[in-house]
């Protein structure tokens, strides 16, 4: 039995040994990379226990399908050039760029080797002297730290590999780009020079990349605690394991509004329930309310701010709700990239507390403008009196402010309702209303069940941005139309709730405060 435990052992150290060469030999992409400067083990993980890490979600993966469309789009600027694709492994991309250099055509997705590092540039640029420029693409709008850190290690590993690299840039959205026909690819996209700051960046990158390999080589996952670089510059994909011992205690410090770096304070002395936080330790009202509520699981309610709140509105009460849509490259004519554009509002009329009030539901058909139509439909069904009630208001308004902007006839109109909008978010952010159940949320879907017992848990759609990407996925692609139908419906059941929601909301608020709105 001893001998048959030996050869395990033995057979168990040989392949950590194979492991750790394999590791030594591991190419650190330009992701990997970025991961690495963010967490080293986020970085190990990736090369060591990659079943350990989540495919990314459907919002994660709509920010990458975005992100390749406008890589996309980039490419229509560099007319003649040629993409590396992936289809035969890492090798062969290597390959087929050093034989596609000697073209000196623009080159899509570039790949080399060096050092251990390997990179794939958006676009290798050829200029004069037999030179390249190094353009990264990113759908955000300006330049961030991580990718001047992104664009710093190409360059270490395309100059290592023996490429003339004259200038860096980053290609980023144009904010102020206003859509007006047909897309114009040279005025959506900026392509900003960072050499310098590149430069100076790449210093670090050999000693950074050696500690990296040093890390991916190790036989143990490297022991790091949870901290601001779990979010920074991307949610981590590992908060779920990571977060575990935090998370395992529903009402934790960072659930607290607004506590910022006091929550990290609180942690490193060892407190993370609220529950555990010293009574000495300096709170803000709201946060105290907070914990005070979770100590003695009782309802905070302040009866005389809620009156006055409720006192302010004024039947027939117009309860609305709209569900957007956004892109980098703008879809509609007269609009922005990354615009808020209106694809569904739901509208409930309550003409008393007691009545049941109507529903009225607008659901963009694709075809029209839909700031246009949104409007126009709202002008119509929304009478000279009452108050008009949404939860955070601000982007109520803010979506009308810009819609109105491509119907210039309708702006006395939004100017004199504005005036009637309420926002029931008020209560809640001001905390004249707290209970346990919301753990530090005052978002409505917190807020609803809390209040009423009501919940988005049985919907098919149960957020914006599940709404939005269906929206644009059974409107902009080829769905069966049975399946686009479906969607339709559950946009309609969701977007409906919302403003049902509020009004439920209401008259709980009512019964708290012994009064009802006139």
Excluded at 169 to 195: C, F, P, Q, W
Excluded at 232 to 245: E, G, R
Excluded at 419 to 440: A, C, I, M, T
């Amino acid at each position: 039995m001893k001998k048959r435990t030996g050869v395990l052992k033995l057979a168990a150290c040989l392949d950590c040994a194979q492991s750790r060469r394999q590791m030594a030999k591991a190419f650190i992409s330009k992701s990997k990379y970025l991961a690495g400067l963010q967490c080293a083990k986020l970085l190990w993980t990736h090369y060591n226990a990659r079943q350990l890490l989540p495919a990314p979600d459907a919002s994660t993966q709509a920010i990458f399908d975005q992100g390749h469309v406008v890589g996309e789009l980039a490419q229509s600027l560099y007319p003649g050039g040629v993409e590396v694709t992936m289809d035969r492994g890492i090798d062969q991309t290597i390959k087929d760029t050093q034989a596609l250099l000697q073209a000196r055509k623009p080159i899509f997705e570039g790949s080399l080797n060096y050092g251990g590092v390997y990179a794939r540039a958006d676009v290798l640029n050829p200029v004069a002297g037999g030179k390249w420029d190094i353009i990264e693409v990113k759908s955000s709008t300006s330049v961030k730290d991580v990718n001047v850190a992104d664009l710093a290690v190409q360059r270490y590993c395309y100059e290592g590999a023996g490429l003339k690299i004259r200038r860096c840039y980053l290609m980023h959205i144009n904010r102020d780009y206003v859509r007006k026909g047909d897309i114009d690819a040279s005025k959506l996209l900026i392509a900003e020079d960072v050499t310098g700051i590149v430069d100076e960046r790449m210093q670090e990158v050999a000693s950074e990349i050696t500690a990296m390999q040093r890390t991916i080589a190790k036989k143990a996952c490297p022991a790091v605690d949870i901290g601001p670089h779990c979010s920074d510059p991307y949610d981590c994909p590992m908060t779920s394991l990571c977060w575990a011992h935090v998370q395992k205690h529903e009402r934790n410090v960072f659930t607290l509004p607004r506590i910022g770096g006091k929550a990290w304070d609180l942690y490193k002395t060892g407190v993370i329930a609220n529950s555990e936080i010293p009574s000495a330790f300096s709170l803000g009202s709201n946060q105290a309310i907070q914990v005070e509520a979770e100590r003695t699981e009782t309802r905070h309610v302040e009866p005389v701010n809620i009156a006055e709140f409720l006192g302010g509105l004024k039947f027939p009460l117009y309860l609305l709700d709209f569900e957007t849509f956004q892109a980098a490259i703008p879809m509609l004519e007269n609009s922005k990239p990354y615009q808020q554009l209106p694809f569904q509002f739901s509208l409930h009329v309550a003409a008393d507390m007691k009545a049941k009030p109507k529903h009225h539901a607008w659901l963009w058909d694709g075809d029209g403008d839909p700031r246009q139509l949104m409007l126009a439909e709202l002008k119509r069904l929304i009478g000279p009196r009452g108050s008009i009630v949404s939860y955070n208001a601000v982007f109520e308004k803010g979506i009308m402010k810009t819609a109105v902007e491509s119907v210039k006839s309708m702006k006395p109109w939004l100017k004199k309702i504005n005036s009637r909008v309420v926002d029931l978010l008020v209560p809640f952010r001001k905390f004249w209303v707290y209970d346990p159940s919301q753990l530090g949320s005052a978002s409505m879907k917190v807020v609803l069940p809390a209040l009423t017992g009501k919940s988005y848990s049985d919907m098919e759609i149960s957020d914006g941005g599940m709404a939005s990407r269906e929206f644009l996925r059974v409107m902009f692609t080829d769905v069966d139309p049975e399946e686009r139908r479906r969607v339709r419906s559950d946009l309609e059941a969701y977007c409906g709730l919302d403003t049902l929601g509020m009004l439920d909301i209401l008259q709980a608020l009512s019964s708290m405060a012994g009064r009802r709105p006139r």
